[in-house]
């Protein structure tokens, strides 16, 4: 029963990240003819809205070190996740290991 | 909800570094004593940091048309308590700062302060309410995880709408906007991470039995073999 659950609690999440690329369709073309952007980051739309309300607001302090390209930021959040899920990987084998241990004896 | 490297005037980052500050210096010292007098958690304690370490890096699609992530420290929070959860947050936030440009150093207090602070004592209050109440376990693990996500975001909207009230709708009006991006966005997102910390909280109930036994968190449910 268990291991059902989580079956379909990872296809809830699956069916909670495909529908939004199939829902959302994407922006007409703004004025210039340019191709409005579609699953921008939430960050960078806050960081519109606060020049809209605030126009002559400006930063006052630059990130220290910015990944060079998109593809470097993408590796980095790519090790990111790797590390983690790797950690957790490791544990859930050593603990299902020593789970079939006690069984055992 | 990363608030953007130099984004927020220096008195509320300020305010927010000094706010968060408290919470990390317990947290470290919780986590001090976790290590030195349960070792036998330290396993444990770092899959909490590596699940906040892969959630916040997941940014997903969401039905408003934009890009967000969760947290992942609503498991933590219900495994090793809320201030547990401030500094692991705080090493996760530094990260993404230091390496990414996501984030900052000046927000870093700020933005500890709505992932790492409020996100883990909500679903810490979530998850006691729920089973005070007989929720079955993984309904309280969802809604504890779900709502600490939620409410993560909307306390960035709250941060930002403070820092830049509407010059005509004054708080109120700006925070409705900044929510409308983070809180909207985040709705299914969060739903997403309930489900997952609903997936490693009943892998971890099933494989790992001796040493959620002796955590009270799991005191009113029944631990399985």
């Known amino acids: ?105 | 909800m990363h608030i953007m490297e130099g984004f927020l005037p220096v008195s509320h980052a300020v305010g927010w570094s000094l706010a968060s500050l408290p919470f990390v210096g317990y947290g470290l010292h919780v986590i001090k004593k976790i290590m030195q007098e349960k070792p036998q958690q330290r396993m444990l304690l770092g899959v909490a940091t590596a699940f906040t370490f892969v959630l916040s890096a997941l940014k997903m699609p969401s039905v408003t048309g934009s890009c967000s992530h969760p947290t992942g420290t609503g498991l933590g929070a219900i495994l090793f308590g809320p201030v547990a959860m401030a500094p692991i947050g705080l090493v996760v936030l530094l990260f993404q700062a230091l390496l990414l440009a996501h984030g900052g150093l000046t927000t870093l207090g700020a933005n500890v302060f709505s992932m790492g602070i409020v996100g883990p004592f909500a679903a810490y209050g979530i998850f006691r309410l729920a089973s005070t109440l007989r929720l079955p376990f993984g309904l309280s693990v969802f809604l504890a995880a779900a709502l600490a996500d939620l409410l993560t975001y909307v306390t960035t909207s709250m941060q930002l709408a403070w820092a830049f009230p509407d010059p005509t709708g004054g708080f109120t009006a700006s925070f409705l906007k900044f929510a409308g991006i983070f809180a909207i966005t985040q709705i299914p997102l969060a739903i997403s991470e309930g489900l997952l910390t609903v997936v490693v909280a009943n892998t971890l109930k099933r494989f790992n039995y001796p040493e959620l036994q002796e955590m009270k968190v799991f005191a009113g449910y029944e631990v399985r073999v």
């Open chain 1, 1 to 105: 029963m268990n291991r059902y659950q989580n079956l379909w609690l990872i296809l809830g999440v699956v069916a909670l990240l495909v529908l939004p690329l199939v829902l959302v369709e994407k922006p007409a073309l703004g004025p210039d003819q340019k191709e409005a952007g579609i699953f921008a980051g939430a960050d960078d739309q806050a960081k519109e809205v606060v020049t809209q309300i605030q126009p002559d607001y400006a930063p006052w302090f630059q990130p220290v070190l910015e990944p060079p390209s998109g593809e470097i930021a993408s590796l980095l959040f790519a090790l990111q996740a790797a590390l983690g899920a790797g950690f957790i990987g490791y544990y859930l084998g050593t603990a299902v290991t020593a789970a079939r241990v006690r069984q055992k004896s």
